[in-house]
């Protein structure tokens, strides 16, 4: 069991979806790039996206012609995720209320079932096989993390000011834990991991966005507010502009279903 599973992960979004919409960022364009292209993607593929959240990962490869099916428990996210205005290529993705343990979708269904920033938030035993179940012969898992490069050094300030939380060093360490859970699997095959770098520009306004974001932050005005003022000293001391780059590595796990 994934040790963040007893810590409410169909719930501890509800109330974020316009912050994490607004702020939260993409993923590296390479590493959309390599998914397409290990996974044999296109118009006449499936892929279910499972935890996506307000859609960001689910757009992406609607964009690039592939249709795509949300699943996401929490109706908060669900809802913004439909209320994003489609994108002048491809169709919308159509999202539907279900889990990663229990999707409601048909056996053997989908070319691709991903997990894109949400797979620590699963039960990853029972996800797996739920991932297994519906996925076709040769199908793939993939599982994909923004992940804070902190060999840069403002990332690393940053950093240092998430990891004061209670909560956000454990939840980011479940990272590569359960990643590994997808490569040991019986169900899977022929996985492997590859790293993207990835960044994205803030300014002060969506640097707090970004932070307070993350279902760890803290809200009570007590925590809260000491919590904003050394983000704010951070973004003083690094900001050129009146921007920083946040700077990520776009991580991928892929692993191909056993028959």
Request: charged share 20%; aromatic share 8%; with cysteine.
């Amino acid at each position: 069991m994934s040790d963040l599973t007893a810590h409410h992960p169909m719930t501890r979004f509800t109330g974020l979806a316009e912050i994490y919409a607004k702020y939260r960022p993409t993923y590296s364009a390479a590493a959309l790039d390599l998914i397409m292209a290990a996974c044999r993607l296109g118009p006449e593929s499936l892929l279910v996206d499972v935890g996506c959240g307000t859609g960001i990962a689910s757009r992406l490869f609607a964009q690039r012609g592939v249709p795509v099916i949300g699943v996401e428990p929490n109706a908060d996210m669900r809802h913004r995720a439909a209320a994003e205005p489609p994108a002048s290529e491809g169709r919308p993705p159509d999202y539907r209320d279900g889990c990663a343990e229990a999707t409601h979708l048909p056996d053997q269904v989908a070319n691709v079932v991903l997990a894109a920033q949400a797979f620590h938030w699963f039960e990853p035993v029972r996800a797996l096989r739920e991932f297994h179940r519906i996925l076709k012969p040769g199908g793939w898992a993939v599982l994909m993390w923004n992940e804070r490069d902190e060999s840069d050094s403002f990332t690393a300030s940053y950093g240092k000011v998430i990891h004061s939380t209670p909560e956000g060093p454990r939840v980011e360490q479940e990272y590569g834990r359960v990643s590994n859970r997808l490569l040991g699997s019986d169900l899977f095959q022929a996985g492997r991991t590859e790293m993207f770098p990835h960044e994205q520009s803030l300014t002060e306004e969506a640097l707090l966005g970004r932070a307070f974001s993350a279902s760890y932050a803290p809200r009570e005005p007590g925590a809260a507010e000491p919590f904003a003022a050394a983000l704010r000293a951070v973004f003083d001391q690094y900001q050129q502009g009146g921007l920083v780059r946040l700077k990520y590595q776009t991580t991928v796990t892929l692993a191909q279903r056993r028959s």
